[in-house]
């Protein structure tokens, strides 16, 4: 079957029912969360079609614990794997050989620059945090990385958007990658026609438009995969048809395509990540903190509200009254008047409520959450600075925490993220070109993460290193031979890497071979001369010798 025969407005629109209609049971949990541990970011059963529709006001959410430390989490991730303030990764050959060449060590280098780059030009930083977000509360996000242009056109950038969970809809293949992705877009019909313009929309969008430019339609984007296309080259520029992913904007009640030559096209990867802070078994989506952290933020919620309630009834209890004692209702608030037959017979309902007997059960709750959220392993100490041991026992903790995470972030998400990225100036030609090592090796890269997780890994390996050697050294006195254990150019070479030393400052091993030969030659030379010269003292002193023989012998 034919790709277009296959991926018709019709046959997305039924995949795209099936994937609403199981989600269901799942979003029930979503929409808990996002209440009372994520507010802001969209309810899952209601539809928000116009400003006034988006809940501003989040009073039934009594205490912030489980807020902020979902915020603080997500913000530990962002500044541990991705931070904006230094460069976060480095690409390296996978051929340890080619890795060793210093030609094409820096264009590796090089190119790994213009990457990071690029990303720091674009909304990366902006985008990633959102989705960080929803890891932490949902356990699933999705975000999309598109060119800001064709490669045929003028470079302008890359573009990244975190799709609300409440919109993204996927199916992951068998290697628990992302197989097709649905979004559910409600825009008002205006964005539609200023997006593809008036005559690339259907007639129901120009009709809603012409009543009402705010009225919304509900449209579904596909990206999918385009099977004969699967083993197309990408490492050039393809027509859009020939690409091995296409998509669609289709719209949900009639199953009509629309947006003429924008509203289809295809990619040269999968443009759509979906990273899950946890695996659930047997189901696509993910389990997150929030969710284990859910009952004890329930609780703590309803315990506060008992308190605030307990607090009012003491500061403005009930009262009671006799029989006909009282003409009018109680009017309690300034200047109220109330009637009464006799003033005796009003007084206040001691309830005998205690407002501090939840004090510890509060505390303890609140604790629990934020070790949900690993806040209380994750946060400094309160202390004006922290040694660079601590800054590094630290950086080890949140690796022993989270390391599985991390694992599938980088996996899942980063990994992906950067391979495209690089492709995408690749093809846009944005990268310096390919040395004739690289290309002739047809070499494959791997990505090696500098966070200050794995800053603080290098460099505790860079530091065991260091203690071997002194160690050998204080060993070499008694043994002078153990000397001959360490490789010294192997060593020097291996700190650089693990140090990030730039390429450039290190000499390519030929280059070093040839300064050695240069320097031996050198010092071969100044022995020889210096050999000549002592043989020329002695022949001449033994010159000077005979002479005064003969003047002897002649006396």
């Not at 280098?109 to 780059?117: I, S």
């Not at 007997?357 to 309160?382: N, P």
């Not at 090592?437 to 065991?464: C, E, F, H, N, W």
Request: glycine share 6%.
């Amino acid at each position: 079957m034919a790709n277009d025969e296959k991926y018709t407005g019709a046959q997305i629109i039924k995949i795209f029912e099936l994937l609403w209609t199981q989600r269901k049971t799942v979003e029930q949990i979503w929409d808990v969360i996002e209440r009372f541990v994520m507010p802001y970011r969209g309810r899952f059963f209601k539809e928000i079609n116009s400003e006034h529709a988006v809940e501003w006001r989040k009073r039934e959410v009594y205490d912030s614990t489980a807020v902020m430390s979902a915020q603080n989490l997500a913000a530990s991730l962002h500044g541990s794997l991705t931070t904006p303030a230094i460069r976060w990764f480095e690409l390296r050959f996978r051929d340890a050989d080619l890795g060793k060449n210093q030609e094409a060590r820096e264009w590796l280098e090089d190119c790994g620059q213009r990457v990071y780059d690029a990303l720091q030009d674009s909304n990366f930083n902006l985008e990633t945090n959102e989705t960080y977000m929803d890891l932490v509360g949902y356990g699933t996000s999705v975000i999309v990385e598109e060119a800001g242009s064709d490669p045929t056109e003028e470079w302008d950038g890359i573009n990244f958007t975190s799709i609300p969970l409440k919109q993204a809809y996927f199916e992951i293949d068998a290697k628990e990658q992302v197989y097709r992705l649905f979004r559910k877009l409600n825009w008002p019909t205006s964005r539609y026609l200023d997006k593809f313009g008036v005559d690339n929309c259907p007639q129901i969008i120009r009709d809603k438009h012409a009543q009402n430019p705010d009225e919304t339609v509900e449209v579904i984007f596909c990206i999918y995969p385009v099977e004969e296309n699967a083993e197309a080259d990408t490492s050039g520029v393809l027509a859009p048809e020939a690409r091995p992913f296409g998509f669609k904007y289709v719209i949900r009640a009639s199953g009509e395509e629309f947006g003429g030559p924008h509203g289809s096209g295809g990619y040269y990867e999968m443009p759509a990540f979906v990273p899950r802070w946890r695996k659930t078994s047997e189901s696509a989506w993910g389990n997150s903190p929030a969710m284990i952290a859910l009952a004890d933020v329930l609780t703590l919620n309803q315990v506060i509200e008992m308190r605030i309630k307990a607090i009012e009834k003491r500061i403005d209890p009930p009262q009671k009254v006799e029989e006909r004692a009282l003409l009018t209702d109680l009017m309690l608030q300034a200047r109220g008047l109330t009637v009464l037959r006799d003033i005796s017979k009003l007084a206040p309902i001691d309830t005998g409520a205690d407002i501090n007997a939840g004090e510890i059960e509060i505390a303890d709750l609140r604790q629990a959450i934020r070790s949900y959220f690993f806040v209380d392993q994750l946060e400094l100490k309160e202390s004006p600075a922290m040694t660079a041991t601590e800054v590094q026992v630290r950086a080890e903790m949140m690796q022993r925490l989270l390391g599985p995470t991390l694992g599938r972030l980088q996996s899942d998400y980063l990994d992906l993220m950067i391979q495209r990225t690089f492709n995408i100036m690749l093809r846009a030609g944005q990268l310096p070109p390919v040395p004739e090592p690289v290309s002739d090796a047809d070499a494959a890269m791997d990505i090696d993460y500098m966070g200050p997780l794995s800053r603080a890994q290098k460099t505790d390996r860079a530091a065991s290193t260091e203690r071997w050697l002194m160690n050998l050294l204080q060993i070499s006195e008694a043994t002078p031979k153990v000397l001959d254990v360490p490789d010294p150019d192997a060593i020097a070479r291996d700190i650089a890497t693990m140090l990030s030393v730039p390429a450039g400052m290190l000499r390519d091993e030929q280059e070093v071979v040839k300064i050695r030969e240069a320097r031996d030659a050198a010092i071969e030379a100044q022995q020889a001369a210096a050999q000549a010269q002592e043989e020329g003292a002695a022949m001449e002193a033994v010159g000077k010798g005979e002479q005064a023989l003969d003047v002897v012998s002649g006396s």
